[in-house]
């Protein structure tokens, strides 16, 4: 049961330099979601999608990038890295529209990134 | 923007101790999630409550929405060791085609013996 798989577990960046985190689901699931989460606090919502090529802005979309050409990929992208961008991003991903009491978001375990 | 503030953030008790967690926002959801989180894993899902009022149980959790489905409380009874983690809650809004959630700060509860 692979459910939401994310690579790296963890990176180290330069400033100003770039990197794509991958995100996986092998559920068929139409909604998938990127959060980033600072040191103890809650989620923040990056860019979520409705299904493949279709993708919109959450609450904290700058010096972020998204694709979803697939259902099962939605890859994170950082184009010009910066110190404020060190956090734990976490992918999500949910069968069903999320005012369904019967939905889960599935989460995946996190990328821990570092800019230094 | 939506807000779900949090409190205590930070909870540390002795196993058996009772102890309740609130979850707080002037907006008005259409669900409230609650998840508990361990160190180094993403979110895990232990409820949705949808309707006003509404009071579920999971063991010793039990959770409750508010009649105005803008806060949520989580209390659970005779903590153990295992209850560690932080726990999150989350509101569910619903924007055109697409339904998101707003997450709250956080409660980072430690159980000791």
């Known amino acids: 049961n692979a459910g939401v798989t994310q690579t790296p577990k963890f990176r180290i960046l330069k400033i100003g330099q770039s990197m794509t985190l991958q995100c996986t689901q092998d559920?068929?699931?139409?909604?998938m979601y990127w959060y980033r989460q600072d040191p103890g606090m809650g989620l923040k919502l990056i860019y979520y999608s409705v299904g493949a090529g279709i993708t919109d802005k959450g609450e904290v979309p700058n010096g972020y990038n998204v694709s979803r050409s697939t259902t099962e990929d939605f890859p994170l992208r950082l184009e010009l890295a910066a110190p404020s961008q060190t956090s734990v991003y976490f992918c999500?991903?949910?069968?069903?529209?999320?005012?369904?009491?019967?939905?889960?978001?599935?989460f995946g375990a996190g990328t821990r990134l570092s800019v230094l | 923007t939506q807000l779900l503030e949090q409190s205590p953030q930070f909870l540390s008790i002795q196993e058996g101790e009772n102890l309740t967690v609130y979850c707080n926002s002037s907006?008005?959801?259409?669900?409230l999630q609650w998840y508990r989180q361990e160190p180094g894993e993403g979110p895990v899902l232990l409820v949705t409550v949808v309707t006003g009022g509404e009071v579920k149980k999971l063991k010793r959790l039990t959770f409750q929405f508010g009649d105005a489905r803008k806060d949520s409380s989580l209390h659970i009874t005779a903590a153990q060791p295992g209850d560690t983690g932080l726990y999150l809650c989350a509101g569910t809004s619903i924007t055109g085609t697409a339904s998101k959630l707003t997450f709250g700060t956080g409660t980072r509860l430690q159980v000791t013996l």
């Open positions: 907006s008005v959801f259409s669900s």
């Open positions: 559920m068929n699931h139409n909604y």
């Open positions: 999500a991903s949910t069968p069903f529209f999320l005012g369904s009491q019967k939905n889960i978001q599935y």
